[in-house]
Nanobody, 123 residues
Framework: QVDLVESGGGLVQAGGSLRLSCAAS????????MGWFRRAPEKEREFVAA????????YYADSVKGRFTISRDNAKVTVSLQMNSLKPEDTAVYYC????????????????WGQGTQVTVSS
């Protein structure tokens, strides 16, 4: 069984918007920090955004701050990433995982990396 399933990716022009969604199969995910990572072609996977269990605190990579918004709906056990003002450099596969704080950033807490969802931004 796949615990976290990402969706919502697609092809969009620069300046456009997309909304990614992550559906969790177990309610225990409402008790942990959740986050988004991305992997661009030929690059290392990188942190994008994180959100606390109750949604009160959010954290962003500098590269997406002010453009992306992470949110969660614990009633539906989903985590979303609203992406506005998209740039070609946002092109990547986006992954939803459980995250933990790691010094001044975040890392995957041990969740299996799923299929992710492809986001492609054309210039």
């Amino acid at each position: 069984q796949v615990d976290l399933v990402e969706s919502g990716g697609g092809l969009v022009q620069a300046g456009g918007s997309l909304r990614l969604s992550c559906a969790a199969s177990r309610r225990t995910y409402t008790l942990v920090n959740m986050g988004w990572f991305r992997r661009a072609p030929e690059k290392e996977r990188e942190f994008v955004a994180a959100i606390s269990p109750n949604g009160a605190n959010t954290y962003y990579a500098d590269s997406v701050k002010g453009r992306f918004t992470i949110s969660r709906d614990n009633a539906k056990v989903t985590v979303s990433l609203q992406m506005n003002s998209l740039k070609p450099e946002d092109t990547a596969v986006y992954y939803c995982v459980v995250v933990i704080r790691d010094n001044f950033s975040w890392r995957n807490a041990g969740t299996n990396w799923g299929q992710g969802t492809q986001v492609t931004v054309s210039s």
